[in-house]
C-alpha cells in the first residue's frame, strides 16, 4: 500500500525548502504527499526577506479537513513560525494521532535568518515535542531546546541525544535523530537514541554549497519511509543515504546563486552532459 504523508510546513519559493522540498521528497521516495501551509516566505538561496503568518485557526482548519478525507500515515513538522500556529498544529495533531510524528524543529534558515519566533520555543518544547515519534534537530536547533550551547563534540553529542530523549513522551517508540552536520572537521555523524539504544550513522562532509534544504529533506525522506520500513534504524539509514546522494548530485541543478537545492530526483532524472 502506497502511504499518504503529510507536510505542515512552509512555502519556500525557490523549492529548495519547506513544504515544495517536502514533497519532492516524499514523491521520490514512494509516498504520496500532501501539505498543509503553515507559513509563506519570500525567499531565494541567498535570504529569507519576508514571512507572511498564516492564521492559525486556517491552519487547524486544513489539518482537519485533510484528516476527515485522507488517511494519513505518517506527519513531518517543518516551519510553524509562530507561537499561536504552533499550539494550533499541536492540538489538531493531539486530537488526530497520526502513527508517525516526525518533527524537524525549524528555527533559523541556512542563510541564518529566523523562522520561528522565540516565544514559540516554549510552546513547541511543550506541546509538540511530547506528540512526536521522532525529532531531528540539527545541534544549533538542540541547544535553544535544551536551554544549552550547541555541543562541539561526538561524545557532547551523545549526552544531548539523552537530554533530548527526556523531553518526549515515554509512551511508545519514540527516537531522537540528532544531525551532526555542525560537528567541526570532515565527519558528518549523526546520533539515533530511542531512550535505550544509541546508534550512530557514519558520514562525509561534501564539498559543496548546495546545502538548502537538506533538515527539510531528511525529516520528510522519515516521513515518507518510517510507514513502509518497520525498522526504525533502517529507516534512518535509508534517509540519511537518500539525503547523501541528493547533495552529492546537487551540481546537476542550476539553481540561484547562492546555497543551491539538493538533486531530489536523483535516482530518476540523468546526470547532465
Known sequence: MIPNTLSIAGVDPSGGAGVLADIKTMS??????????????AQN??????????????????????????????????????????R???????????????????????????????????????SLLPLASMITPNLPEAGVLLSASPVETLKEMRRT???LRRLLNDSGERWVFLKGGHLPGNDTIDVLHDGDRLIELPGQRIDTRNTHGTGCTLSAALAALLPQVNDVPEAARQAK??????????????????HGPVQHFHAWWPTPK
Not at 521520490?28 to 516566505?41: C, F, H, M, P, S
Not at 493531539?94 to 510524528?101: D, E, F, N
Request: a negative charge; proline letters at 4%.
Open 28 to 41: 521520490a521516495l514512494g509516498a504520496y504527499g500532501t501539505a498543509v501551509i503553515a507559513a509563506l516566505t
Open 88 to 126: 494550533a498544529v499541536a492540538d489538531r495533531l493531539a486530537h488526530w494521532k497520526p502513527a508517525h510524528l516526525v518533527l524537524d524543529p525549524v528555527m533559523v534558515a541556512k542563510s541564518g535568518d529566523h523562522l520561528l519566533e522565540r516565544t514559540a520555543v516554549n510552546e513547541l518544547r511543550e
Open 161 to 163: 541525544a539523552e537530554k
Open 241 to 258: 543515504d537518500y539525503l547523501v546522494k541528493a547533495i552529492a548530485r546537487s551540481g546537476d541543478l542550476q539553481v540561484g546563486t547562492g
Open 45 to 86: 538561496t541567498h535570504a529569507v526577506t519576508s514571512i507572511c503568518p498564516v492564521p492559525p485557526d486556517f491552519v487547524a482548519a486544513q489539518i482537519d479537513t485533510l484528516f476527515a478525507d485522507v488517511r494519513i500515515d505518517a506527519v513531518k513538522i517543518g516551519m510553524l513560525g509562530q507561537q499561536s500556529v504552533t
